[in-house]
């Protein structure tokens, strides 16, 4: 619609301030991982600028620089205390392993299913797309006693056996992230004419060829736009990870325990948050086109 | 499928690429099964026990967990915290969600950049985002309960966390910061889907912007609504991370919710039996509550 000119500055005005409100606290989370301990520890006011910027707080996360030793060289005496708790390096790794995995497990998975059940008539093809749905109302905590139980007597809890932890949280969240998998690649499925496949199958191809040769190929997009999810949603994963797993700590888990007895090491805290946001706002900014579709379980195209 | 494999199987080989919808189905509905519904019935079995305290036995008694629960007053003020957070939740998000669309939905420069982040809040663990709150929430250097407490509204020193009256908004304010973007997202697609024709229609007719938002953009958009509150109201009865990370569910019971008092009962006294049945009682709210809005305004996902 045309506005006038002044309110046309106006509105642009509006969506610029509405827009810096909401990333207000991620601009104060990024400001707070470059003050210094002095400025954010026990702090009893806010500060805002008059600091000095410091790398100190991802020295200490991400490199695994001695959290006493960060504290001693500015010249303070507390929190001298637990040097290694800090350092994140093998949460990330941790972190990285899961998603990766619980996403190519959730897509290996989701894929055939979808296709199935874009392509093919079939007895209990509703019953099916239901029992997918009903498996994304399921809150984790139902599943949750039960799955420690079976993890612990088949071994897999991550205290028994790392791997089969790891391999065990995988699996969760996997299960987890099928609902929002399978119904997104349907609906990439359900886009391209059947026409295409017959086609494919008249020529001579199986229903397999047609499938990977043929179809596949054409929705890559859509596979794409499901593993950014997939992965988004198991790197942001708390609950699962934080009862079911000892040894193996995810970053949402894992910042948790920078409440201490001592203070909140809130400088700690931006720093990992910070870092942790960025790998999934690149990947999320790659797939925008197919957000809505993919946030809505494929039943809005944009 | 190696050509050697297949040659001492062909039957495997043909039939894994037959039309037969089996072994495509086949791999989810086992990890839907093993993951999924095993765990669940045996969650179900398990609160057919009572845990005795004392002696840490489980004994078999069917209808002790459920009888209980529905006398638990506890259970009922949880489910009143859950009803709330939902409610409320859903009404901001939805709300804002609508307004912050209709101010982005624009071609002219920068709007691109301003609708890309908007998709940052959605990226970041909850867990994380909990923390942050609490930190701006401290009463002493958070940096919004400053901002509140410069305005006079509160007390120096005011612990909004800590304070029953005042800990479930705060721990809203996460929810909602965080989640109105989805909703802007979705109402944003709906609002570019809609025909232009009415609404220049409209506008030769002599109606203005209000009207043509309440007499076509309202009633254009209500399946995108529907589905929005669907999916947003299915996550909100589950909360569990922002009252777990800010609150712990206090103080007392104040911002207790189903799945966080499940959880505390988990943690705490080790009730597996009725932790269970608290849990599976959310299920059930979902499913009720879901399937009965979807009924009621014919949305299907």
């Known amino acids: 619609m045309e506005l006038s000119r002044p ?21 104060w989370w990024a400001l707070t991982s470059i003050k210094p301990i002095s400025a954010v520890f026990n702090k009893d006011k806010v500060v805002w600028f008059d600091f000095t910027p410091t790398l100190i707080n991802y020295a200490v996360t991400l490199f695994g620089r001695s959290r006493s030793q960060m504290a001693i060289d500015e010249g303070l005496g507390m929190g001298v ?22 996403t190519t497990v959730t897509i290996l998975v989701a894929v055939f299913a979808a296709y199935a059940l874009s392509r093919m008539r079939f007895k209990g093809r509703e019953s099916y797309l239901n029992w997918v749905l009903g498996q994304r109302f ?9 799955l420690v139980t079976i993890y612990s007597g088949l071994g897999m809890r991550d205290i028994q056996n790392i791997y089969l932890g790891y391999i065990g949280l995988m699996l969760i969240y996997a299960l987890m992230n099928l609902p929002i998998a399978l119904l997104l690649m349907k609906s990439f499925f359900d886009d391209i004419p059947k026409d295409v496949d017959e086609a494919a199958m008249i020529d001579g191809a199986t229903r397999w060829q047609s499938f990977s040769k043929v179809v596949l190929p054409m929705v890559r997009g859509g596979v794409a736009a499901s593993a950014v999810l997939c992965f988004v949603f198991s790197w942001t994963e708390f609950l699962l990870s934080l009862f079911l797993t000892t040894d193996i700590r995810t970053v949402p888990v894992k910042i948790q325990t920078f409440v201490t007895s001592t203070g909140n090491e809130w400088g700690f805290i931006a720093a990992l948050g910070t870092a942790a946001m960025i790998p999934s706002f690149i990947f999320i900014l790659l797939v925008q086109r197919h957000l809505v579709r993919g946030l809505t379980l494929g039943s809005l195209k944009e | 499928m190696s050509a050697a494999a297949a040659a001492r199987a062909p039957w495997l080989s043909r039939f894994i690429t037959s039309e037969h919808p089996l072994p495509w189905l086949l791999p989810a ?9 095993y765990p669940l019935v045996s969650a179900f079995i398990s609160t057919l026990y009572r845990k005795n305290a004392a002696t840490r036995k489980l004994v078999f008694d069917p209808d002790y967990n459920w009888v209980k629960v529905f006398g638990d007053e506890r259970m009922w003020n949880a489910l009143m915290n859950t009803l709330i957070y939902t409610g409320v939740a859903l009404v901001f998000q939805l709300a804002l969600g609508m307004l912050i669309a209709l101010l982005l939905d624009s071609d002219r420069k920068g709007y691109g950049f301003m609708r890309a982040l908007m998709t940052l809040p959605l990226v970041i663990p909850p867990a994380v985002t909990a923390m942050m709150f609490l930190m701006m929430l401290n009463g002493s250097f958070g940096v919004i309960a400053q901002g509140i407490i410069w305005t006079g509204l509160l007390p120096d020193n005011f612990s909004i966390l800590g304070n029953a009256s005042t800990a479930l908004p705060g721990v809203l304010l996460a929810e909602i910061w ?16 809609l025909p232009k024709e009415p609404f220049e229609a409209a506008a030769i007719d002599g109606a203005t912007n209000v009207q043509a938002f309440f007499k076509l953009t309202l009633p254009m958009m209500s399946k995108v609504i529907a589905i929005a509150v669907l999916i ?10 922002y009252v777990k990370v800010m609150t712990d569910s ?3 019971t104040a911002t207790e919710t189903l799945t966080s008092y499940s959880g505390r009962i988990y943690f705490g006294n080790a009730d597996f039996p009725y932790a269970s049945t608290i849990a599976l009682l959310t299920l059930i709210l979902v499913i009720i509550t879901s399937t009965f809005f979807m009924k009621a305004f014919k949305v299907k996902l």
């Open chain 2, 250 to 252: 206090g103080p007392g």
């Open chain 2, 178 to 193: 965080q989640w109105t973007p989805f909703m802007v997202l979705i109402m944003l697609a709906g609002l570019r889907s």
């Open chain 2, 232 to 241: 947003r109201g299915i996550d909100l009865l589950r909360a569990f991370d």
């Open chain 1, 7 to 27: 309110m046309q500055i106006l509105r642009d005005l509006t969506a610029a301030v509405v827009t810096a409100l909401f990333m207000f606290p991620v601009f």
């Open chain 1, 81 to 102: 205390a637990g040097a290694e708790a800090y350092d994140s390096r093998q949460t990330i790794v941790d972190s990285i392993i899961v998603s990766v995995g619980a």
């Open chain 1, 138 to 146: 399921m809150p984790p905590i139902a599943i949750l006693v039960p």
């Open chain 2, 29 to 37: 509905a086992a990890l839907m099964t093993v993951f999924g519904i």
